[in-house]
C-alpha cells in the first residue's frame, strides 16, 4: 500500500497502555466499527474500487503478574 499515493490510503498506528476490561471494551468498539462499514459499503450503489480495511489490537508486552 506504500506505493499508492496519500490521497488513496489512510494507516494510522497507536500505542497505548490497557488494562484486561478496556481490552474487551475496545474489541467490541473494533467489531462495531467494522460492522459500521460494512454496512457504508453494502448501501453504496457506486462501488468501482476493492478496499482492504485493517484494525489490529494486539499486546506488544507480556500481563504484569
Known amino acids: 500500500a ?3 499515493p ?3 490510503r489512510s494507516v494510522s498506528n497507536t500505542t497505548l497502555g ?3 476490561a478496556a481490552y474487551a471494551a475496545a474489541l ?3 467489531e462495531q466499527l467494522r460492522m459500521e462499514i460494512l ?3 453494502a448501501a ?3 462501488a468501482d474500487r476493492v478496499f ?3 484494525v489490529n489490537l494486539f499486546p506488544l508486552t507480556k ?3
Open 63 to 65: 500481563r504484569n503478574t
Open 44 to 46: 453504496d450503489p457506486a
Open 52 to 54: 482492504q480495511l485493517n
Open 18 to 20: 490497557i488494562s484486561a
Open 28 to 30: 467490541k468498539r473494533i
Open 6 to 8: 496519500r490521497v488513496e
Open 2 to 4: 506504500s506505493n499508492l
Open 39 to 41: 454496512e457504508i459499503a
